[in-house]
């Protein structure tokens, strides 16, 4: 009676949420699998594992932005990322979970046309030739701006910069700093195409995403931490996607000091938005920005919406901390995985089938019990698949399904621990009925303690794997956890009752407790007790 209260509320709660189906998987569905390996920034040494922790943290964020749900995002080893989603396509994901998004705000020193710019250059271009500006009406609004003019052929040999900071200009006193004849001597030596060494308290030699304008830049004044949101959107009366960032309270500070300088000319008219090392924009500042406000237009050749849908949700949520490569990208059909779900379901009905029959030729019409307890264990887990994937977004994959049958037949082991110890009470002299109560004292503790084996087996797995073993370690303790359930609540009260019955109580042919079955020749009775003379005696 218990278990029926217990599935009419899951089914009632599965009828009121309106859900009858469980969430699925990803190799139910289909999607993509990309495994990323990590590696410090500096290209040496073993990742440590708060970063690699952050990583992983920031690439599920960016995954989840995409809306997809059921996305899993896990570590593996000491320097890899695994990045599962559904129904997202190869070259989305790639660009998402690849970059690394490395955003500075730098001064822009000297600028230097290297190949023919564009003959209809965009709003967004970094033209080279001198000229008066547009007033900027908004503050968040930049148009762009010529670069200065380029110094005196230096006489020193490029020297390399730092490849991690701590050595070079603080970001605070980064407006301060100015080239020395080494920094220009770089800056002759640097041609496009070159490696960046992208270290935000050194200068930087980079050249626009076009590959036509080489600039020599200041250390970083303001830093993409400092980004506190990132929207993409086409702002009025224009037809390009931007991306429109705000600053956090210090980021904000120091891109209005910084814009109310470079207003006046000091050091220069013009800032460089770099993103991943490389100029994304130029524009020159005409007055003071104290919003805490900037927007990135994509230079000349313009941001589509999903290139400026995918910066937002990386700048807003974050820089890598180490640099990942992408070691495989895996595609799974979900033909394939429901041509392998049909299977595992056809497998699982067989065995339903065969359990059924062997039951019968060993229980004969005791055989309803277990295939009713395989039947309630089945359809306990199906509920509970369903609301645990409405309620926590628990996803069935083929995994999961595997440890449901395995968990389920385990249900069955149950009640064959429990037959088993009844025969053995009745060998021992005892009657049917009693050796119902004594034989479930005793199977009880040997359930128990296989349950108790198999779910501790269940949460060590679960904890120690990731991606699809661990649907399979969460079904399987499910699974364990029911079959405690329906052995204690509904086979032993059922076979309680079943032995107060003439039919079962007395072992009559076909009931599956006979004799021949049992292995005695005939079965103990209860010994009823006779009145003596000396009885009575004590009555009179």
Same mark, same amino acid.
């Given at each position: 009676?218990?278990?029926?209260?217990?599935?009419?509320?899951?089914?009632?709660?599965?009828?009121?949420?309106?859900?009858?189906?469980?969430?699925?998987?990803?190799?139910?569905?289909?999607?993509?699998?990309?495994?990323?390996?990590?590696?410090?920034?500096?290209?040496?040494?073993?990742?440590?594992?708060?970063?690699?922790?952050?990583?992983?943290?920031?690439?599920?964020?960016?995954?989840?932005?995409?809306?997809?749900?059921?996305?899993?995002?896990?570590?593996?080893?000491?320097?890899?990322?695994?990045?599962?989603?559904?129904?997202?396509?190869?070259?989305?994901?790639?660009?998402?979970?690849?970059?690394?998004?490395?955003?500075?705000?730098?001064?822009?020193?000297?600028?230097?046309?290297?190949?023919?710019?564009?003959?209809?250059?965009?709003?967004?271009?970094?033209?080279?030739?001198?000229?008066?500006?547009?007033?900027?009406?908004?503050?968040?609004?930049?148009?762009?701006?010529?670069?200065?003019?380029?110094?005196?052929?230096?006489?020193?040999?490029?020297?390399?910069?730092?490849?991690?900071?701590?050595?070079?200009?603080?970001?605070?006193?980064?407006?301060?700093?100015?080239?020395?004849?080494?920094?220009?001597?770089?800056?002759?030596?640097?041609?496009?195409?070159?490696?960046?060494?992208?270290?935000?308290?050194?200068?930087?030699?980079?050249?626009?995403?076009?590959?036509?304008?080489?600039?020599?830049?200041?250390?970083?004044?303001?830093?993409?931490?400092?980004?506190?949101?990132?929207?993409?959107?086409?702002?009025?009366?224009?037809?390009?996607?931007?991306?429109?960032?705000?600053?956090?309270?210090?980021?904000?500070?120091?891109?209005?000091?910084?814009?109310?300088?470079?207003?006046?000319?000091?050091?220069?008219?013009?800032?460089?938005?770099?993103?991943?090392?490389?100029?994304?924009?130029?524009?020159?500042?005409?007055?003071?920005?104290?919003?805490?406000?900037?927007?990135?237009?994509?230079?000349?050749?313009?941001?589509?919406?999903?290139?400026?849908?995918?910066?937002?949700?990386?700048?807003?949520?974050?820089?890598?901390?180490?640099?990942?490569?992408?070691?495989?990208?895996?595609?799974?059909?979900?033909?394939?995985? $429901?041509? *392998? %779900?049909?299977? /595992? @379901?056809?497998?699982?009905? =067989?065995?339903?089938?065969? +359990?059924?029959? !062997? &039951?019968?030729?060993?229980?004969?019409?005791?055989?309803?019990?277990?295939?009713?307890?395989?039947?309630?264990?089945?359809?306990?887990?199906?509920?509970?698949?369903?609301?645990?994937?409405?309620?926590?977004?628990?996803?069935?994959?083929?995994?999961?399904?595997?440890?449901?049958?395995?968990?389920?037949?385990?249900?069955?082991?149950?009640?064959?621990?429990?037959?088993?110890?009844?025969?053995?009470?009745?060998?021992?002299?005892?009657?049917?009925?009693?050796?119902?109560?004594?034989?479930?004292?005793?199977?009880?503790?040997?359930?128990?303690?296989?349950? $108790?084996? *198999? %779910?501790?087996? /269940? @949460?060590?797995?679960?904890? =120690?794997?990731?991606?699809? +073993?661990?649907? !399979? &370690?969460?079904?399987?303790?499910?699974?364990?956890?029911?079959?405690?359930?329906?052995?204690?609540?509904?086979?032993?009260?059922?076979?309680?009752?079943?032995?107060?019955?003439?039919?079962?109580?007395?072992?009559?042919?076909?009931?599956?407790?006979?004799?021949?079955?049992?292995?005695?020749?005939?079965?103990?009775?209860?010994?009823?007790?006779?009145?003596?003379?000396?009885?009575?005696?004590?009555?009179?």
């Amino acid at each position: 009676m218990v278990v029926v209260v217990v599935l009419a509320a899951v089914y009632g709660t599965m009828a009121g949420l309106g859900g009858w189906l469980p969430k699925l998987g990803l190799d139910l569905r289909g999607g993509t699998t990309i495994t990323l390996t990590a590696a410090n920034s500096t290209g040496s040494g073993q990742v440590d594992k708060t970063s690699l922790e952050q990583a992983r943290t920031i690439i599920q964020q960016r995954v989840d932005s995409l809306g997809v749900g059921e996305s899993q995002v896990t570590t593996s080893g000491n320097d890899q990322i695994t990045v599962s989603v559904p129904n997202v396509s190869q070259d989305r994901l790639r660009d998402m979970v690849g970059q690394t998004a490395l955003l500075n705000f730098r001064v822009v020193y000297y600028g230097q046309t290297v190949a023919a710019p564009s003959a209809s250059p965009s709003a967004g271009s970094t033209p080279q030739a001198a000229g008066t500006p547009e007033p900027t009406p908004q503050g968040n609004n930049l148009p762009t701006a010529p670069a200065a003019t380029t110094p005196a052929t230096p006489t020193l040999s490029p020297s390399p910069y730092p490849s991690v900071a701590g050595s070079g200009t603080a970001q605070d006193k980064a407006l301060g700093w100015q080239p020395t004849e080494q920094d220009f001597a770089n800056f002759q030596a640097y041609s496009c195409g070159q490696p960046v060494n992208d270290v935000a308290d050194q200068p930087l030699m980079t050249c626009d995403r076009e590959g036509t304008t080489k600039y020599l830049l200041g250390p970083t004044v303001v830093s993409g931490n400092q980004v506190t949101t990132a929207s993409a959107g086409i702002p009025q009366n224009q037809l390009q996607w931007v991306v429109n960032l705000e600053f956090d309270s210090t980021g904000a500070k120091l891109f209005s000091d910084a814009t109310s300088r470079l207003s006046q000319g000091v050091p220069s008219q013009q800032f460089a938005i770099v993103l991943d090392g490389l100029v994304v924009s130029a524009p020159q500042v005409n007055e003071p920005i104290p919003n805490g406000r900037a927007q990135i237009d994509g230079g000349s050749s313009g941001f589509t919406q999903e290139a400026a849908q995918n910066l937002a949700s990386v700048l807003k949520y974050g820089a890598l901390p180490l640099s990942l490569t992408i070691d495989s990208v895996d595609t799974v059909s979900p033909v394939l995985g $429901g041509e *392998q %779900l049909r299977g /595992a @379901l056809i497998a699982g009905a =067989l065995g339903l089938v065969l +359990v059924a029959a !062997f &039951a019968i030729a060993v229980y004969r019409s005791l055989s309803w019990v277990v295939t009713a307890t395989i039947v309630l264990a089945m359809a306990l887990t199906y509920g509970l698949m369903v609301l645990l994937g409405q309620g926590l977004g628990v996803a069935l994959n083929l995994p999961g399904v595997a440890g449901a049958i395995v968990g389920i037949g385990v249900t069955a082991d149950s009640f064959i621990i429990f037959f088993e110890r009844i025969k053995d009470e009745v060998r021992a002299g005892r009657t049917l009925r009693s050796s119902v109560e004594t034989g479930w004292v005793k199977a009880r503790g040997t359930v128990l303690i296989s349950d $108790g084996v *198999q %779910l501790l087996s /269940a @949460l060590v797995l679960f904890v =120690l794997s990731i991606g699809a +073993v661990r649907g !399979f &370690a969460f079904i399987l303790g499910l699974t364990t956890i029911i079959d405690i359930v329906i052995t204690f609540l509904f086979t032993k009260p059922m076979m309680t009752l079943l032995m107060r019955s003439r039919y079962y109580g007395e072992g009559r042919p076909g009931s599956g407790l006979e004799p021949a079955l049992i292995g005695v020749d005939t079965l103990p009775i209860r010994r009823r007790r006779t009145r003596t003379v000396t009885d009575t005696a004590e009555e009179a």
